[in-house]
Each structure stands twice: as structure tokens, then as C-alpha cells.
């Protein structure tokens, strides 16, 4: 393999162009969940402006980019995946028939190990190295809203019938109900990262928005508009104001769920779920083939849900002393987590007590 490595803005608009088509042809060639925009380069380059270290190889062959392997790289040569904590999509962007040697990949680009916790299915060289596979609930619009809406009346009758009668207690209660799919005031982009700081802090999770270098990220994403990648606010509105609120990304074909939220005031009505609803609805009409719900365990993932791809964690490694100790101080945290998520009778007490502790914190 001929592979040279570069920081993503060094990629030529030639480089970028391969990359976009690649992903592109995916759902052509075999491989549709290497269309998800958290594989595309808009999302390296942008965590590039936000996190040091972010670096893409590009595999050549006779001269023409055939791959693409972006990755963060530490001093010390531990590599991770980009945005990994945040981005719920990773691996090495192909077309078909490409196979690589991980081992060769990892020494061209510098790195003892590279850690991913959401690679994409399709990555044999690299799913060698996964410690554990998990679910990432999806809804399919391919055919059409009404044919997924359909489909949801089928698997979760009393889910839908209630979802869809309080939204029209909404719109009865409440003046002025609307849906925006792609909100560009960035006063609603405000307001959803507020009720989500709020909401980490209410169930005792970690507030994704007090690191600096994510509200960056989102503004960014914001504002990245192109034919094949943007950032999507999506918000319902009621009585003037916003009720509910999600920012994702979207490629051609995928919408990735990333971050939604609602005004707790309004919790009644379940303004979240109504508006999953509305934003099938829409990215169906603007040819989306499905919304990736992401991994994680939740009852309303589960409601929305018509299937489930799967998403690997774990690290590949070379032998060397820093992958020994990298993986040394890793590896007891993930199975933690893991069995803790795994186990409803573990899962439970341990959810219960962070909200107990959400709370506390909420009154300080």
C-alpha cells in the first residue's frame, strides 16, 4: 500500500472530491453505513480545527485514492478515533474489494494502537481487534415516511397511536405548533444546548458542553453547508418558541442523531419523540435512506427503531510498549461500563443513583 499521511487541511480538493464519492457509491458497492457523515472529511477537517492531532492517511494505488483513515494521534503514538467520545461512526472509508494490512496501516501512520468504541460493520482487519459489539437502533425511510409510519403502527401500535394523539393535544393547547427540519437561527441552537447541559446534569452524566472544544465543534458543524454533508437543526415550536430541538449530520443518505433535547415544561407531550417523527418525515422527502439512532440503550430508540446495525469497540495493536500500557489502562474501565450497561440489575441501581446525584447537583 502506498499511504502518506496529512493534516486534513492539507488534503487536496481532488483528495476530498475521491473521499465524498466514495462515499457516495457505498450503498452501491455493498457498504451503506460508509455513508454515515461522521465518515466524511467535513467532520475530520472539522475536528481538525478543534482537537490536535487529527491526521488522515490516504491510500494510494497507481497514483489515485483509493482509502481514507482519519485518525487522532497523541505524541506518544496512541491513536484514537476522530472525535472519538462524540462521533458515533468510525473506521476506514473504502471502495470495493479494497483489503489492508492493519498492522502496516498503524505503522505508516505513526501509531502504537488506534482505539475506536463506534467502528462501522465491513472493517474485518480492524474487527479482529474489538472487544465488543453492540447495537445501533436505525429508522428506515427508504420507501417513504408513510411506508415507515406504517411499519411503526405494525411492531409498536399503542407507542405510535399515543405519540401521534399528543401531538394533536399539542397543537389543541398550544398556539402556533410548527417544524422546522433545517433551523438556521442560532439562538435555537442555543437553546437546545442548553437543555441538554441541563439534562447531563439533572441524570447525573457528564455535560458534554462544558468541554470547550465540543461547543466549538457544534458551531462549526453549524455552519457547514454542502450538497453531501451539513449540520442539521431541527426544531418543533410552540407558542413562538422552541419546544424540542436536535442537531445532527447529514451525508446524501444518512441522517446521524447527535443531540436532542426538549424544554422539560413541555414533557407532557413528549415533544422529542413528535419530533423524531417530523424529522423522518422530512428527511424522507429530501431522499434519506435512513436516521442512525446511534448506540445506546433507550426505550424510545427501541420505539423508533425498524432494525439494528452494529458497532464495534476496541483497539488494534502493534506490539509495543505504549499500546501494553494503553490497553492496561483502558481495558478494566470499558468492561466496567459494559457489564454495568449489560445487566439490567446492574444498570438500574447505577442509573437511579446518578439522577439522585443529578439532582444534587442541580440545587447547587
Not at 33 to 55: D, Q
Not at 67 to 82: E, H, K
Not at 184 to 190: G, H, S, T, V
Not at 335 to 364: T, W
Request: positive net charge; proline residues 5%; aromatic residues 10%.
Amino acid at each position: 500500500m502506498d499511504i502518506s499521511v496529512y493534516r486534513p487541511g492539507e488534503l487536496t480538493a481532488a483528495d476530498r472530491a475521491a473521499w465524498t464519492a466514495l462515499q457516495s457509491k457505498a450503498h452501491f458497492d455493498g457498504s451503506p453505513e460508509l455513508a454515515n457523515p461522521f465518515l466524511s472529511p467535513e467532520f475530520a477537517i472539522a475536528v481538525g480545527r478543534c482537537r490536535r492531532g487529527v491526521r488522515v492517511a490516504v491510500v494510494r494505488e497507481d497514483g489515485e485514492p483509493v482509502a481514507f483513515f482519519p485518525f487522532q494521534r497523541s505524541a506518544t503514538g496512541v491513536g484514537r478515533a476522530v472525535g472519538l467520545g462524540v462521533s458515533d461512526c468510525q473506521g476506514l472509508v473504502h471502495g470495493p474489494g479494497f483489503t489492508w494490512d492493519a498492522q502496516e496501516l498503524l505503522r505508516a501512520c505513526g501509531l502504537a494502537v488506534w482505539e475506536f468504541d463506534h467502528l462501522v460493520e465491513g472493517q474485518a482487519p480492524f474487527e479482529t481487534a474489538a472487544s465488543g459489539t453492540f447495537p445501533s437502533p436505525v429508522m428506515d425511510i427508504d420507501q417513504g415516511y408513510e411506508a415507515y409510519l406504517s411499519r411503526l403502527r405494525q411492531q409498536s401500535p399503542k407507542f405510535t397511536r399515543t405519540t401521534l394523539a399528543k401531538e394533536r393535544k399539542l397543537g389543541r393547547e398550544h398556539e402556533g405548533v410548527r417544524y422546522v427540519h433545517d433551523e438556521r437561527d442560532p439562538a435555537a441552537l442555543r437553546a437546545l444546548m442548553a437543555w441538554k447541559s441541563a439534562q447531563y446534569r439533572r441524570t447525573g452524566r457528564s455535560d458534554r458542553f462544558a468541554h470547550e472544544w465540543i461547543n466549538r465543534l457544534v458551531q462549526h458543524l453549524f455552519h457547514s453547508r454542502s450538497e453531501s454533508f451539513a449540520g442539521v437543526l431541527s426544531v418543533l415550536y410552540a407558542d413562538g418558541r422552541p419546544v424540542a430541538a436536535h442537531f445532527g449530520l447529514r451525508s446524501e443518505r444518512v441522517l446521524a442523531c447527535w443531540f436532542p433535547a426538549y424544554d422539560p415544561a413541555f414533557a407532557k407531550y413528549s415533544p422529542g419523540l413528535i419530533l423524531h417523527l417530523r424529522m423522518a418525515e422530512a428527511a424522507a422527502a429530501d431522499g434519506i435512506a435512513y436516521l442512525d439512532l446511534g448506540r445506546g440503550q433507550k426505550e424510545y430508540k427501541d420505539s423508533l427503531k425498524t432494525r439494528e446495525i452494529s458497532v464495534s469497540e476496541g483497539w488494534v495493536a502493534r506490539r509495543h510498549p505504549v499500546a501494553v500500557g494503553h490497553r492496561a489502562r483502558r481495558a478494566p474501565v470499558r468492561a466496567l461500563r459494559n457489564a454495568v450497561l449489560a445487566r439490567p440489575e446492574l444498570f438500574e441501581p447505577a442509573d437511579r443513583l446518578l439522577k439522585r446525584i443529578g439532582k444534587i447537583r442541580s440545587r447547587d
